[in-house]
């Protein structure tokens, strides 16, 4: 523990810390006044804390029990869990174009994600995939998974009050499992309570459907399996959690690689929006080794590309087009599988859209474009007599002044508002699957 990493976990002064770190560009404004007030009250209400913390963790005692107990990559990012206390990035004072990069990107997650009951939602099932995968390569079956299943329905109440009191980990997942996520809705606090509680209602459903019926689940199996192997009940509890987190992904910092963990760099942020599990997957295989980065690779190719393909096959299914040839069908296909794959990577879908002959950008970047070019659009038309205001671009408009005041679930909201006003002009054209099609998904 000790080596290099003590001094990174002191907390320094707020003149120390600006004449030894000359990563930034020097602030020639009124706000590096607020930064430093921000780092002496952050100095004074840490440091004795810190350096306690850092001395117990140094302590050789203490330090050979959690390797025994947690293992050598625990205590590494442990370390690394008391180096950001003590840094506290957070205070870090950003530009206002920074500012507005960070704003839009919360507004696109809750807009994005929230009360997606038809599409987001449902998605997360597929996250049962990797938990099957990784449980059969440890010598466990799909069964298990299945037992799992049936001991949370028979008693849903007790199985979860259980985990959540024997799990620390448990205890706060449903609020950490996905960094966009937990991000959005911290960085809200504070401001509208109406709108911070409307946020937290329409973004439940995807966190309740991860949390209860993959995590848990996955949880349960993991143990079970561990026990049976005949581990000890903590021993089997420290193997659930981590399996779940390997499995599932976590926003925690201790979890992620070091891009995606907290800093300045609000840029290098926006661009791994919603790779929580992927970039997580990987992190934790790059930490167990050799077998373990190829075990992830093929892990994360099972967990990206058969969701895909699951979600297209059930696409296919719904919409029964009788005219799709087996080619088309095969070509759709393969674009689904590459799409889902590449974009999973930063710049991946762009890159991805540049092959294809298309143009595609960042989620945030996206959402700007499109909502400028509709005002655009929409300006004209008020403007020029002959011209019709189109249903597309009012939409347009309202979702981006959405991501811009941070209304969750606005995209849902119109998506199924505008597939309504189609399904009631169309009504009689339309059998009854149309119709929820048109309302579930808005086309």
Do not use: C
Not at 108 to 118: D, E, H, R, S
Not at 165 to 171: I, N, R, W
Not at 247 to 270: H, K, P, Y
Request: cysteine-free; overall charge neutral; glycine content about 8%.
């Amino acid at each position: 523990m000790n080596g290099g990493q003590t001094p990174g976990m002191l907390v320094r002064p707020s003149a120390a810390y600006e004449r030894t770190n000359a990563i930034y560009p020097v602030l020639l404004d009124a706000s590096v006044i607020f930064s430093h007030f921000n780092r002496v009250i952050h100095y004074i209400s840490h440091t004795d804390a810190v350096d306690s913390v850092r001395k117990v963790l140094a302590d050789e005692r203490v330090h050979g029990a959690l390797l025994k107990k947690a293992g050598k990559h625990e205590v590494k990012y442990l370390g690394s869990w008391l180096k950001d206390i003590a840094s506290d990035k957070r205070m870090e004072q950003i530009t206002w174009l920074e500012q507005l990069i960070q704003r839009l990107r919360y507004g696109v997650v809750v807009v994005a994600l929230g009360a997606k009951v038809f599409t987001s939602v449902p998605k997360q099932l597929l996250g049962l995939y990797n938990t099957a995968v990784d449980i059969k390569s440890v010598g466990g079956s799909s069964g298990a998974l299945l037992k799992a299943f049936a001991e949370l329905i028979r008693s849903p109440g007790q199985v979860v009050r259980g985990i959540r009191g024997e799990s620390p980990v448990m205890l706060s997942r449903i609020d950490t499992y996905d960094r966009e996520i937990a991000e959005a809705l911290s960085y809200m606090e504070g401001e509208n309570p109406r709108l911070i509680r409307w946020n937290e209602a329409v973004m439940l459903p995807i966190r309740v459907m991860q949390f209860y019926v993959v995590d848990i689940p996955s949880y349960i199996t993991a143990k079970a399996l561990a026990i049976k192997n005949g581990n000890s009940e903590q021993d089997a509890i420290t193997y659930a959690e981590a399996f779940v987190t390997r499995t599932q992904g976590s926003g925690e910092a201790r979890d992620l690689a070091f891009i995606m963990r907290r800093q300045r760099n609000v840029m290098l942020r926006t661009l791994t929006m919603f790779m929580t599990p992927m970039i997580s997957i990987l992190n934790q295989a790059r930490m167990y080794g050799s077998k373990r980065t190829a075990a992830g690779y093929l892990q994360l190719m099972l967990v990206t590309m058969a969701p895909a393909v699951t979600a297209e096959l059930i696409r296919q299914l719904w919409e029964d087009d009788e005219d799709d040839e087996d080619s088309d069908i095969l070509s759709t296909f393969g674009r689904v599988v590459s799409d889902g794959t590449l974009s999973l990577f930063p710049l991946g879908n762009i890159v991805n859209a540049a092959i294809q002959g298309q143009s595609r950008s960042t989620p945030v970047i996206g959402e700007i474009q499109h909502g400028v070019m509709s005002l655009s659009r929409l300006s004209s038309s008020f403007w020029d007599e002959e011209a019709e205001v189109s249903k597309r671009d009012v939409i347009g408009v309202l979702k981006f002044a959405a991501v811009l005041t941070q209304v969750g679930g606005a995209d849902q909201a119109l998506d199924t508002a505008s597939g309504l006003y189609d399904a009631i002009q169309e009504w009689d054209d339309l059998t009854k699957k149309e119709v929820a099609s048109k309302i579930m998904f808005g086309r």
